[in-house]
Protein backbone atom coordinates (compact mmCIF):
# COMPACT_ATOMS: atom_id res chain seq x y z
CA UNK A 1 0.00 0.00 0.00
CA UNK A 2 1.26 3.59 -0.87
CA UNK A 3 2.14 5.58 1.89
CA UNK A 4 -0.65 8.86 0.70
CA UNK A 5 -3.24 5.76 0.85
CA UNK A 6 -3.19 6.01 4.60
CA UNK A 7 -4.41 8.60 6.58
CA UNK A 8 -2.94 10.75 8.40
CA UNK A 9 -2.18 9.13 12.26
CA UNK A 10 -3.09 11.39 15.48
CA UNK A 11 0.49 10.62 17.23
CA UNK A 12 2.94 10.26 14.52
CA UNK A 13 4.20 12.37 11.45
CA UNK A 14 1.92 13.16 8.52
CA UNK A 15 3.10 9.92 6.61
CA UNK A 16 2.97 6.63 7.96
CA UNK A 17 6.33 4.82 7.45
CA UNK A 18 6.39 1.90 5.23
CA UNK A 19 5.17 -1.69 6.12
CA UNK A 20 2.57 -4.62 6.01
CA UNK A 21 -0.24 -2.90 7.16
CA UNK A 22 -3.20 -1.59 5.31
CA UNK A 23 -5.31 1.85 6.86
CA UNK A 24 -6.24 1.52 9.96
CA UNK A 25 -9.90 -0.29 10.41
CA UNK A 26 -12.45 1.37 10.98
CA UNK A 27 -13.34 0.54 14.64
CA UNK A 28 -10.06 -1.10 16.50
CA UNK A 29 -12.63 -2.66 19.18
CA UNK A 30 -14.14 -4.71 16.22
CA UNK A 31 -13.34 -8.66 16.19
CA UNK A 32 -13.52 -9.65 12.65
CA UNK A 33 -14.74 -13.53 12.61
CA UNK A 34 -12.14 -14.68 10.06
CA UNK A 35 -9.44 -13.91 11.89
CA UNK A 36 -10.98 -14.85 15.49
CA UNK A 37 -12.30 -18.09 16.84
CA UNK A 38 -16.11 -19.02 16.55
CA UNK A 39 -16.85 -18.32 20.51
CA UNK A 40 -14.48 -15.08 20.46
CA UNK A 41 -16.53 -12.37 21.37
CA UNK A 42 -17.18 -8.67 22.94
CA UNK A 43 -19.15 -8.70 26.50
CA UNK A 44 -21.33 -5.91 27.05
CA UNK A 45 -18.67 -4.60 29.16
CA UNK A 46 -16.48 -4.54 25.89
CA UNK A 47 -14.10 -7.43 27.65
CA UNK A 48 -13.34 -10.54 25.20
CA UNK A 49 -14.68 -13.35 25.89
CA UNK A 50 -13.83 -17.17 24.56
CA UNK A 51 -16.45 -20.33 24.92
CA UNK A 52 -18.08 -17.96 27.86
CA UNK A 53 -15.32 -16.97 30.03
CA UNK A 54 -13.57 -13.46 29.91
CA UNK A 55 -9.77 -13.09 29.09
CA UNK A 56 -9.16 -11.27 32.32
CA UNK A 57 -10.31 -14.04 34.26
CA UNK A 58 -8.42 -16.76 31.80
CA UNK A 59 -5.09 -14.47 32.49
CA UNK A 60 -5.93 -14.86 36.27
CA UNK A 61 -6.60 -18.74 36.07
CA UNK A 62 -3.28 -19.12 33.59
CA UNK A 63 -1.20 -16.23 33.46
CA UNK A 64 0.13 -14.68 30.44
CA UNK A 65 1.55 -15.59 27.63
CA UNK A 66 -0.91 -18.54 27.27
CA UNK A 67 -2.66 -19.99 24.24
CA UNK A 68 -6.54 -20.51 24.68
CA UNK A 69 -8.10 -23.14 22.05
CA UNK A 70 -11.64 -22.55 21.50
CA UNK A 71 -12.75 -26.60 21.19
CA UNK A 72 -16.40 -26.04 19.85
CA UNK A 73 -14.74 -24.18 16.86
CA UNK A 74 -12.00 -26.59 16.80
CA UNK A 75 -14.59 -29.08 16.20
CA UNK A 76 -16.70 -27.40 13.86
CA UNK A 77 -13.58 -27.11 11.63
CA UNK A 78 -12.51 -30.72 12.07
CA UNK A 79 -16.24 -32.01 11.38
CA UNK A 80 -16.37 -29.61 8.32
CA UNK A 81 -13.46 -31.30 6.78
CA UNK A 82 -15.05 -34.42 7.51
CA UNK A 83 -18.22 -33.81 6.18
CA UNK A 84 -16.69 -32.19 2.97
CA UNK A 85 -14.55 -35.09 2.01
CA UNK A 86 -17.28 -37.78 2.37
CA UNK A 87 -17.35 -41.11 2.86
CA UNK A 88 -15.37 -41.69 -0.35
CA UNK A 89 -12.27 -39.31 1.27
CA UNK A 90 -10.12 -39.32 4.07
CA UNK A 91 -8.94 -36.50 6.15
CA UNK A 92 -6.08 -36.64 8.21
CA UNK A 93 -5.07 -34.01 10.69
CA UNK A 94 -1.49 -33.01 10.32
CA UNK A 95 -0.04 -32.95 13.63
CA UNK A 96 2.89 -30.88 13.03
CA UNK A 97 0.51 -28.11 13.61
CA UNK A 98 -0.49 -28.53 16.64
CA UNK A 99 -0.73 -32.03 18.23
CA UNK A 100 -1.60 -33.12 22.21
CA UNK A 101 -3.62 -35.59 23.40
CA UNK A 102 -6.66 -33.79 24.00
CA UNK A 103 -6.25 -32.78 20.17
CA UNK A 104 -5.93 -36.30 19.29
CA UNK A 105 -9.38 -37.61 21.03
CA UNK A 106 -11.11 -34.54 19.42
CA UNK A 107 -10.03 -36.06 16.25
CA UNK A 108 -10.85 -39.55 16.78
CA UNK A 109 -14.16 -38.18 18.20
CA UNK A 110 -14.71 -36.51 15.41
CA UNK A 111 -13.54 -39.08 12.49
CA UNK A 112 -10.50 -37.74 11.29
CA UNK A 113 -7.51 -39.61 10.91
CA UNK A 114 -4.26 -38.13 11.69
CA UNK A 115 -0.45 -37.62 10.31
CA UNK A 116 2.38 -37.89 12.28
CA UNK A 117 5.90 -37.00 11.15
CA UNK A 118 8.30 -38.13 14.15
CA UNK A 119 8.46 -40.93 16.93
CA UNK A 120 7.13 -38.60 19.37
CA UNK A 121 4.08 -37.29 17.36
CA UNK A 122 3.17 -41.48 16.55
CA UNK A 123 3.82 -41.42 20.75
CA UNK A 124 1.68 -38.91 21.28
CA UNK A 125 -1.31 -40.09 19.03
CA UNK A 126 -1.02 -43.74 20.61
CA UNK A 127 -1.01 -42.95 23.65
CA UNK A 128 -4.19 -41.12 23.46
CA UNK A 129 -6.12 -43.80 21.29
CA UNK A 130 -5.89 -42.80 18.01
CA UNK A 131 -6.30 -46.45 16.21
CA UNK A 132 -2.83 -47.02 14.64
CA UNK A 133 -4.73 -47.72 11.12
CA UNK A 134 -5.29 -44.43 10.97
CA UNK A 135 -2.27 -42.83 11.63
CA UNK A 136 0.21 -42.14 8.55
CA UNK A 137 3.52 -41.76 8.94
CA UNK A 138 5.58 -39.15 7.06
CA UNK A 139 9.27 -37.30 7.51
CA UNK A 140 12.56 -37.17 4.63
CA UNK A 141 15.05 -38.79 7.40
CA UNK A 142 12.88 -41.31 9.02
CA UNK A 143 14.86 -43.08 11.78
CA UNK A 144 15.32 -47.12 11.83
CA UNK A 145 13.33 -46.60 15.42
CA UNK A 146 10.65 -44.53 14.25
CA UNK A 147 10.60 -47.02 11.19
CA UNK A 148 10.24 -50.13 13.41
CA UNK A 149 8.27 -48.15 16.00
CA UNK A 150 5.58 -47.15 13.19
CA UNK A 151 5.47 -51.01 11.21
CA UNK A 152 5.19 -52.48 15.06
CA UNK A 153 2.52 -49.97 16.30
CA UNK A 154 0.26 -50.89 12.76
CA UNK A 155 0.62 -47.08 11.44
CA UNK A 156 -1.90 -47.38 8.65
CA UNK A 157 0.42 -45.97 5.85
CA UNK A 158 4.43 -45.06 5.80
CA UNK A 159 4.77 -42.25 3.50
CA UNK A 160 8.09 -43.31 1.38
CA UNK A 161 10.39 -40.13 0.53
CA UNK A 162 13.58 -41.51 -0.80
CA UNK A 163 15.28 -44.53 -2.29
CA UNK A 164 17.20 -45.28 0.17
CA UNK A 165 13.71 -45.32 2.49
CA UNK A 166 12.16 -47.87 0.14
CA UNK A 167 14.64 -50.56 1.02
CA UNK A 168 14.45 -49.51 4.54
CA UNK A 169 11.15 -50.02 5.47
CA UNK A 170 11.02 -52.98 3.20
CA UNK A 171 13.69 -54.35 5.04
CA UNK A 172 12.84 -53.68 8.66
CA UNK A 173 8.80 -54.39 7.43
CA UNK A 174 10.04 -58.13 6.36
CA UNK A 175 12.41 -58.68 9.14
CA UNK A 176 9.29 -58.22 11.70
CA UNK A 177 7.65 -60.54 9.55
CA UNK A 178 4.78 -57.56 7.98
CA UNK A 179 3.87 -55.95 4.65
CA UNK A 180 3.87 -52.42 5.64
CA UNK A 181 0.99 -50.20 3.35
CA UNK A 182 2.81 -47.35 1.89
CA UNK A 183 2.30 -44.51 -0.45
CA UNK A 184 5.32 -42.85 -1.87
CA UNK A 185 5.81 -38.91 -2.17
CA UNK A 186 6.63 -37.42 -5.39
CA UNK A 187 7.46 -33.80 -5.96
CA UNK A 188 4.83 -32.47 -8.82
CA UNK A 189 7.18 -29.73 -10.11
CA UNK A 190 4.59 -26.69 -8.27
CA UNK A 191 6.25 -23.49 -7.65
CA UNK A 192 3.39 -22.96 -4.78
CA UNK A 193 2.70 -19.00 -4.30
CA UNK A 194 3.65 -19.32 -0.81
CA UNK A 195 7.05 -18.37 1.76
CA UNK A 196 9.99 -19.77 0.09
CA UNK A 197 10.51 -22.05 3.13
CA UNK A 198 7.29 -23.90 3.54
CA UNK A 199 6.89 -24.71 -0.46
CA UNK A 200 7.11 -28.14 -0.92
CA UNK A 201 6.36 -29.30 -4.32
CA UNK A 202 9.26 -26.90 -6.57
CA UNK A 203 12.32 -29.49 -7.49
CA UNK A 204 15.25 -27.67 -5.77
CA UNK A 205 14.29 -29.31 -2.19
CA UNK A 206 14.64 -32.03 0.02
CA UNK A 207 10.78 -33.59 0.18
CA UNK A 208 10.07 -36.47 -1.70
CA UNK A 209 11.08 -37.78 -5.17
CA UNK A 210 10.73 -36.05 -8.70
CA UNK A 211 8.40 -36.76 -11.11
CA UNK A 212 10.84 -35.06 -13.89
CA UNK A 213 13.07 -37.83 -15.40
CA UNK A 214 11.40 -40.61 -14.35
CA UNK A 215 12.51 -40.86 -10.86
CA UNK A 216 9.17 -41.50 -9.29
CA UNK A 217 8.43 -43.72 -12.20
CA UNK A 218 11.60 -45.48 -10.94
CA UNK A 219 10.63 -45.64 -7.22
CA UNK A 220 7.28 -47.23 -8.27
CA UNK A 221 9.19 -49.74 -9.73
CA UNK A 222 11.48 -50.46 -7.05
CA UNK A 223 8.63 -50.74 -4.44
CA UNK A 224 6.57 -53.01 -6.08
CA UNK A 225 9.68 -55.77 -6.39
CA UNK A 226 9.74 -55.53 -2.75
CA UNK A 227 7.92 -58.35 -0.24
CA UNK A 228 8.15 -55.77 2.54
CA UNK A 229 5.86 -53.41 1.18
CA UNK A 230 2.45 -52.91 -0.28
CA UNK A 231 1.90 -49.73 -2.36
CA UNK A 232 -1.58 -48.15 -2.56
CA UNK A 233 -0.82 -44.77 -3.86
CA UNK A 234 1.17 -41.87 -4.35
CA UNK A 235 1.88 -38.88 -2.26
CA UNK A 236 2.00 -34.85 -3.14
CA UNK A 237 2.43 -32.00 -0.87
CA UNK A 238 2.84 -28.80 -2.52
CA UNK A 239 3.25 -26.17 0.50
CA UNK A 240 1.65 -24.10 3.35
CA UNK A 241 -0.41 -21.28 3.39
CA UNK A 242 -1.74 -21.52 -0.49
CA UNK A 243 -4.85 -19.64 -1.20
CA UNK A 244 -4.87 -20.83 -5.12
CA UNK A 245 -6.03 -23.85 -6.17
CA UNK A 246 -4.18 -24.15 -9.24
CA UNK A 247 -1.08 -25.40 -7.82
CA UNK A 248 -3.24 -28.56 -6.57
CA UNK A 249 -5.17 -29.22 -9.48
CA UNK A 250 -1.51 -29.24 -11.29
CA UNK A 251 -0.14 -31.85 -8.43
CA UNK A 252 -3.60 -33.30 -9.26
CA UNK A 253 -3.20 -33.99 -12.86
CA UNK A 254 0.41 -34.95 -12.82
CA UNK A 255 -0.10 -37.58 -10.07
CA UNK A 256 -2.98 -38.80 -12.27
CA UNK A 257 -0.70 -38.72 -14.98
CA UNK A 258 1.27 -40.88 -12.98
CA UNK A 259 -1.20 -43.68 -11.75
CA UNK A 260 -1.78 -43.97 -15.60
CA UNK A 261 1.49 -44.61 -16.52
CA UNK A 262 2.11 -47.30 -13.44
CA UNK A 263 -1.14 -48.82 -14.95
CA UNK A 264 0.21 -49.02 -18.00
CA UNK A 265 3.77 -50.55 -17.27
CA UNK A 266 2.70 -52.77 -14.37
CA UNK A 267 -1.17 -53.17 -14.97
CA UNK A 268 -1.63 -52.25 -11.74
CA UNK A 269 -4.29 -49.54 -10.72
CA UNK A 270 -2.90 -47.77 -7.37
CA UNK A 271 -6.24 -47.32 -5.34
CA UNK A 272 -5.05 -44.08 -3.19
CA UNK A 273 -3.69 -40.74 -3.75
CA UNK A 274 -2.94 -38.29 -1.09
CA UNK A 275 -3.09 -34.24 -2.29
CA UNK A 276 -1.29 -32.91 1.10
CA UNK A 277 -2.00 -30.27 2.90
CA UNK A 278 -1.27 -26.60 2.59
CA UNK A 279 -4.81 -24.62 2.47
CA UNK A 280 -4.24 -20.84 3.91
CA UNK A 281 -5.65 -19.25 7.13
CA UNK A 282 -7.00 -15.81 7.43
CA UNK A 283 -4.05 -14.65 9.56
CA UNK A 284 -5.49 -10.60 8.91
CA UNK A 285 -8.67 -9.47 7.49
CA UNK A 286 -7.10 -9.22 4.18
CA UNK A 287 -6.67 -12.86 3.54
CA UNK A 288 -9.23 -14.76 1.89
CA UNK A 289 -9.16 -18.83 2.55
CA UNK A 290 -11.22 -21.26 0.98
CA UNK A 291 -14.16 -23.61 3.04
CA UNK A 292 -13.74 -26.91 2.89
CA UNK A 293 -16.34 -28.00 0.88
CA UNK A 294 -15.27 -25.50 -1.75
CA UNK A 295 -11.34 -27.67 -1.72
CA UNK A 296 -13.57 -30.97 -1.49
CA UNK A 297 -15.19 -30.26 -4.83
CA UNK A 298 -12.35 -28.68 -6.90
CA UNK A 299 -10.04 -31.83 -5.98
CA UNK A 300 -12.95 -33.96 -6.55
CA UNK A 301 -13.65 -32.38 -9.87
CA UNK A 302 -9.73 -32.64 -11.22
CA UNK A 303 -9.24 -35.96 -10.15
CA UNK A 304 -12.41 -37.56 -11.33
CA UNK A 305 -12.05 -35.40 -14.78
CA UNK A 306 -8.33 -36.89 -14.97
CA UNK A 307 -8.88 -40.34 -14.25
CA UNK A 308 -11.91 -40.22 -17.02
CA UNK A 309 -9.85 -39.12 -19.70
CA UNK A 310 -6.81 -41.50 -18.42
CA UNK A 311 -9.76 -44.30 -18.29
CA UNK A 312 -8.24 -45.12 -14.80
CA UNK A 313 -10.98 -46.11 -11.82
CA UNK A 314 -10.57 -43.06 -9.31
CA UNK A 315 -8.46 -43.47 -6.66
CA UNK A 316 -9.58 -42.88 -2.71
CA UNK A 317 -8.26 -39.07 -2.25
CA UNK A 318 -6.79 -38.18 1.16
CA UNK A 319 -5.66 -34.88 2.25
CA UNK A 320 -3.79 -33.60 5.44
CA UNK A 321 -4.94 -30.24 6.96
CA UNK A 322 -3.24 -29.04 9.41
CA UNK A 323 -3.67 -25.06 9.81
CA UNK A 324 -6.83 -24.98 7.98
CA UNK A 325 -8.03 -26.91 10.89
CA UNK A 326 -6.18 -25.86 14.12
CA UNK A 327 -4.49 -22.27 13.33
CA UNK A 328 -7.74 -19.64 13.53
CA UNK A 329 -9.35 -21.83 16.84
CA UNK A 330 -6.77 -20.42 19.20
CA UNK A 331 -5.14 -16.92 20.10
CA UNK A 332 -2.26 -16.05 22.25
CA UNK A 333 -3.05 -13.78 25.40
CA UNK A 334 -0.35 -11.50 26.42
CA UNK A 335 0.17 -8.81 28.71
CA UNK A 336 1.61 -5.26 27.88
CA UNK A 337 4.61 -4.56 29.44
CA UNK A 338 6.32 -1.66 28.16
CA UNK A 339 5.23 0.90 25.57
CA UNK A 340 7.52 3.03 23.38
CA UNK A 341 6.94 5.56 20.91
CA UNK A 342 9.60 6.19 18.04
CA UNK A 343 8.53 9.72 16.73
CA UNK A 344 7.29 9.02 13.13
CA UNK A 345 7.85 5.64 13.18
CA UNK A 346 5.86 3.10 15.75
CA UNK A 347 5.19 2.76 18.88
CA UNK A 348 6.78 -0.29 19.98
CA UNK A 349 4.46 -2.80 22.23
CA UNK A 350 6.53 -5.07 24.49
CA UNK A 351 4.41 -8.02 25.67
CA UNK A 352 5.56 -11.21 27.89
CA UNK A 353 6.38 -13.60 25.15
CA UNK A 354 7.25 -13.49 21.97
CA UNK A 355 9.25 -15.35 19.42
CA UNK A 356 9.84 -18.41 21.81
CA UNK A 357 5.88 -18.55 21.33
CA UNK A 358 5.48 -17.74 18.02
CA UNK A 359 8.52 -18.06 15.83
CA UNK A 360 6.76 -17.43 12.36
CA UNK A 361 7.12 -14.11 12.01
CA UNK A 362 10.86 -14.04 12.32
CA UNK A 363 11.51 -17.25 9.96
CA UNK A 364 8.65 -16.66 7.38
CA UNK A 365 7.81 -12.63 7.66
CA UNK A 366 3.96 -13.92 8.80
CA UNK A 367 1.66 -11.36 9.08
CA UNK A 368 -0.74 -11.72 12.20
CA UNK A 369 -3.41 -9.51 13.86
CA UNK A 370 -3.98 -7.90 17.29
CA UNK A 371 -6.82 -6.42 18.96
CA UNK A 372 -6.72 -4.84 22.89
CA UNK A 373 -9.21 -7.50 24.32
CA UNK A 374 -9.32 -6.29 28.35
CA UNK A 375 -11.70 -3.44 27.66
CA UNK A 376 -12.71 -1.71 24.48
CA UNK A 377 -11.33 1.84 23.95
CA UNK A 378 -12.32 4.95 21.57
CA UNK A 379 -9.06 6.53 21.14
CA UNK A 380 -7.48 7.07 18.01
CA UNK A 381 -5.47 4.08 16.38
CA UNK A 382 -1.51 4.17 16.76
CA UNK A 383 0.33 2.29 14.50
CA UNK A 384 2.46 -0.61 16.48
CA UNK A 385 5.08 -2.91 16.54
CA UNK A 386 4.09 -5.82 19.07
CA UNK A 387 7.73 -7.72 20.05
CA UNK A 388 8.82 -9.59 22.76
CA UNK A 389 11.24 -10.05 25.82
CA UNK A 390 14.16 -12.06 24.47
CA UNK A 391 17.28 -10.84 23.18
CA UNK A 392 17.07 -9.75 19.75
CA UNK A 393 15.43 -7.16 17.56
CA UNK A 394 13.68 -9.77 15.10
CA UNK A 395 11.55 -10.80 18.08
CA UNK A 396 8.53 -9.69 16.64
CA UNK A 397 5.19 -11.41 17.12
CA UNK A 398 3.23 -8.52 14.87
CA UNK A 399 5.15 -6.68 12.64
CA UNK A 400 2.73 -3.77 11.54
CA UNK A 401 -1.22 -3.37 13.28
CA UNK A 402 -3.10 -0.60 14.66
CA UNK A 403 -3.74 -0.46 18.67
CA UNK A 404 -5.62 2.02 20.43
CA UNK A 405 -3.78 5.14 21.30
CA UNK A 406 -4.34 4.53 25.25
CA UNK A 407 -3.18 1.26 25.40
CA UNK A 408 -1.03 0.85 29.00
CA UNK A 409 0.98 -1.42 30.69
CA UNK A 410 -1.44 -4.14 32.48
CA UNK A 411 -3.97 -3.95 29.25
CA UNK A 412 -4.09 -7.27 27.69
CA UNK A 413 -3.97 -8.14 24.04
CA UNK A 414 -4.54 -10.73 21.59
CA UNK A 415 -3.43 -12.30 18.41
CA UNK A 416 -5.72 -14.32 16.61
CA UNK A 417 -5.06 -17.43 14.81
CA UNK A 418 -1.72 -18.97 16.42
CA UNK A 419 -3.39 -22.35 16.48
CA UNK A 420 -1.06 -23.95 14.05
CA UNK A 421 2.76 -23.54 13.96
CA UNK A 422 2.93 -21.27 17.58
CA UNK A 423 2.87 -24.07 20.42
CA UNK A 424 4.17 -26.55 18.04
CA UNK A 425 7.29 -24.60 17.30
CA UNK A 426 7.81 -23.02 20.17
CA UNK A 427 11.32 -22.78 22.15
CA UNK A 428 13.38 -22.52 25.15
CA UNK A 429 15.34 -19.52 23.89
CA UNK A 430 16.56 -17.13 27.00
CA UNK A 431 15.26 -19.97 29.02
CA UNK A 432 11.63 -18.85 28.09
CA UNK A 433 8.94 -21.53 29.61
CA UNK A 434 6.76 -22.31 26.80
CA UNK A 435 3.09 -21.34 27.34
CA UNK A 436 0.69 -23.75 28.14
CA UNK A 437 -2.43 -24.39 25.88
CA UNK A 438 -5.59 -23.96 27.57
CA UNK A 439 -8.88 -25.81 26.15
CA UNK A 440 -12.20 -23.65 26.80
CA UNK A 441 -15.71 -24.84 25.74
CA UNK A 442 -19.47 -23.48 27.11
CA UNK A 443 -17.80 -21.76 30.00
CA UNK A 444 -14.84 -24.39 31.38
CA UNK A 445 -11.15 -23.93 30.50
CA UNK A 446 -8.59 -26.53 30.97
CA UNK A 447 -4.81 -26.85 30.53
CA UNK A 448 -4.18 -29.28 27.80
CA UNK A 449 -0.76 -28.77 27.55
CA UNK A 450 1.02 -27.37 31.02
CA UNK A 451 3.05 -24.28 31.15
CA UNK A 452 6.42 -25.24 31.28
CA UNK A 453 7.89 -24.39 34.67
CA UNK A 454 12.19 -23.70 35.49
CA UNK A 455 12.14 -26.82 37.48
CA UNK A 456 11.24 -28.44 33.70
CA UNK A 457 14.44 -26.50 32.74
CA UNK A 458 16.50 -27.61 34.99
CA UNK A 459 15.44 -31.19 34.87
CA UNK A 460 16.73 -31.23 31.61
CA UNK A 461 20.13 -29.52 32.61
CA UNK A 462 22.04 -32.71 34.34
CA UNK A 463 25.17 -31.27 34.53
N1 LIG B 1 1.22 -32.87 4.88
C1 LIG B 1 2.55 -32.80 4.79
C2 LIG B 1 3.28 -33.89 4.17
C3 LIG B 1 3.24 -31.69 5.30
O1 LIG B 1 4.55 -31.62 5.20
C4 LIG B 1 2.50 -30.65 5.90
C5 LIG B 1 3.18 -29.47 6.45
C6 LIG B 1 1.12 -30.77 6.00
C7 LIG B 1 0.50 -31.89 5.46
C8 LIG B 1 0.25 -29.74 6.67
O2 LIG B 1 0.33 -28.50 6.08
P1 LIG B 1 -0.71 -27.34 6.54
O3 LIG B 1 -2.08 -27.76 6.08
O4 LIG B 1 -0.66 -27.26 8.01
O5 LIG B 1 -0.19 -26.14 5.86
N2 LIG B 1 5.98 -24.25 9.99
C9 LIG B 1 5.36 -23.73 8.78
C10 LIG B 1 4.57 -24.78 8.08
C11 LIG B 1 5.38 -26.01 7.74
C12 LIG B 1 4.52 -27.06 7.15
C13 LIG B 1 5.22 -28.34 7.01
N3 LIG B 1 4.44 -29.37 6.44
C14 LIG B 1 4.50 -22.54 9.14
O6 LIG B 1 4.47 -22.15 10.29
O7 LIG B 1 3.88 -21.94 8.26
Not at 121 to 145: C, Q, V, W, Y
Not at 162 to 178: P, Y
Not at 428 to 434: C, F, I, P, V
Request: charged share 25%; aromatic share 6%; with cysteine.
Amino acid sequence: MSRSAHPAGPRHADVWPEGHYSAPPADLNALDPKVWAQTVTRTGTGEVSVGGIGVAALAEEFGTPAYFVDETDFRARARAWRTAFGHDADVFYAGKAFLSRTIVRWLHEEGLNLDVCSGGELTTALSAGMPADRIAFHGNNKSTDEITQAIESGVGRIVLDSFQEIVRVAHIAQSLGKRQRVQIRVTVGVEAHTHEFIATAHEDQKFGIALADGQAAEAVRRALTLDGLELIGIHSHIGSQIFDMAGFEVAARRVVALLAEIRDEHGVELPEIDLGGGLGIAYTSDDDPREPHEIAKALDEIVTRECESAKLRTPRISVEPGRAIVGPTAFTLYEVGTIKPLEGLRTYVSVDGGMSDNIRTALYDAEYSVALVSRTSDAEPMLVRVVGKHCESGDIVVKDAFLPSDLAPGDLIAVPATGAYCRSMASNYNHALRPPVVAVRDGEARVIVRRETEEDLLRLDVG
